[in-house]
């Protein structure tokens, strides 16, 4: 079996050594020569497999994305040419989610504001906006839930139009994934006919597709003035993002908001149990045998804890100023793919204990931290 995996996706030689023989490529180029005699593709979001990619792709057997989106694949085209396809969903939603909530408390934190009692509109409430409406749930924060299409399928309760959240939320984040046409359509979702529309001081959060915001439209409404917070993960163009937005983003990063060393490594094992699956063997390994020991373990929290302590904590596990640092120090010398494959180390909520005397357990817990509750003793 011939494996040929994209260079940035981790544990695949761990995995994938006994099932075959792994070479890497550069996710960004690869030739359909390089796929002649290839059984098995395992790609990351840059890699455009098409028509062209699959020219001479005649022993392929499996083509795996270890993402969410699958935006980058032609999935009619794999079915037509019986192709085994599996893409890795909600592989990396807690880390999109944690992205988000690190964003929120920095930003409160920067203006002091405060979350409590503000809005949050979350716009495609799929596995990512699903698993941050459950770690807000009891934070105060008034969710305003934004999905035609679950509305529509009966799987979502309440639904709020675009224009309508766009009007009443404080806060959006997108997490649609992108779509280019029809009903409904997502790319430049917020158009500058909406951007014209939005509250001065509105913050806004992109971390689904670039394709989803209008960069341009954005631009120029940011230079006439138009006032936005803006936390930008996501850009038009990757890797040649419009660099004259960043003067205006409170905190930018390389799209890296999924990629905590759990995530990855979940969408590496889903690769892995959709090959075995193709193959007829058992998948035996588990993710708990190759995530390394995080740093940071255990904190305790004493009998108060008011927002800002709460912020503190989530920014012990991640902050998502480390990561506006390394964009914008380091964007022009080493450029945007370069700091996506070096991204340093992130972990999940999860991996932080807190021994917890504060009576706000359920409250930590909700937000996915490991709560060991203390006032019993
Ligand atoms: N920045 C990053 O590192 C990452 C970005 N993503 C992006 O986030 C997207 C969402 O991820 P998931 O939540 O896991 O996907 P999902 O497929 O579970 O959920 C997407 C939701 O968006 C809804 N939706 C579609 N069109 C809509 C519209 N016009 N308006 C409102 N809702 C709409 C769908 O009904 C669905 O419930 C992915 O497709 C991917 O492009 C995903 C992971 C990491
Ligand atoms: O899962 C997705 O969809 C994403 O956007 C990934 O988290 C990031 O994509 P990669 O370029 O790292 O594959």
């Known amino acids: 079996m011939k494996i040929l995996a994209d260079q940035n996706m981790p544990l695949v030689e761990e995995y994938f050594s006994d099932l075959g023989d792994v070479k890497r490529f550069d996710g960004r180029n690869l030739s359909p020569d390089a796929l002649s005699d290839i059984d098995i593709l395992l790609t990351r979001s840059v890699t455009q497999v098409d028509a062209q990619l699959l020219s001479k792709a005649d022993n392929l057997k ?17 079915l037509q040419k019986n192709i085994a396809f599996s893409s890795a ?19 409160s934190q920067e203006t002091n504001t405060g979350l409590a009692g503000k809005s949050l509109a979350i716009i495609g409430v799929g596995n990512i906006g699903q698993c941050l409406r459950d770690k807000l749930h009891s934070m105060g ?3 305003l839930l934004c999905d035609p299409i679950r509305y529509a399928e009966g799987t979502l309760d309440e639904h709020i139009e675009l ?21 409904h359509k997502t790319q430049h979702l917020l158009n500058a006919e909406r951007i014209a529309k939005l509250k001065a001081g509105m913050l806004i959060i992109n971390a689904s597709r670039g394709d989803v915001i209008d960069n341009k439209a954005l631009l120029v409404a940011l230079r006439s003035g138009k006032q936005l917070e803006l936390v930008l993960d996501v850009w038009e163009n990757e890797p040649n993002i419009l660099t004259d937005l960043l003067p205006y983003v409170r905190f930018s990063s390389v799209h890296i908001a999924g990629h905590t060393q759990e995530g990855k490594a979940r969408g590496t094992q889903m690769l892995y149990q959709g090959v075995c699956q193709l193959l007829d063997v058992a998948a035996t390994k588990e993710l708990a045998d190759f995530l390394p ?17 709460l912020g503190r904590i989530v920014h012990l596990v991640y902050d998502i100023r480390r990561d506006d640092g390394l964009l914008r120090g380091n964007l022009t010398t080493q450029g945007f793919d370069s700091l996506r494959k070096n991204y340093p180390p992130r972990r999940e909520f999860s991996t932080l204990s807190i021994e917890n005397r504060s009576g706000h357990g359920a409250m930590l817990a909700q937000l996915g931290f490991n709560v060991i509750e203390k006032n019993e003793e």
Not at 97 to 106: F, R, T
Not at 163 to 174: C, G, K, N, P, Y
Not at 298 to 303: A, D, T, V
Request: glycine residues 6%; proline residues 4%; negative net charge.
């Open 62 to 78: 499996f083509v795996g994305t270890a993402t969410i989106g699958i935006d980058h694949i032609d999935t009619a085209l794999l």
């Open 89 to 107: 969903p909600g592989c990396n939603a807690i880390a999109v989610a944690e992205y988000v909530i690190s964003a929120l408390y920095a930003y």
């Open 141 to 143: 924060v008034t969710l």
């Open 163 to 183: 224009d309508a959240a766009l009007e009443q939320a404080d806060f959006v984040t997108f997490h649609v994934p992108l779509i280019k046409d029809g009903k």
């Open 293 to 309: 020991i995080p740093a940071l373990t255990k904190c305790h929290i004493e009998e108060t804890l008011s927002e800002h302590d």
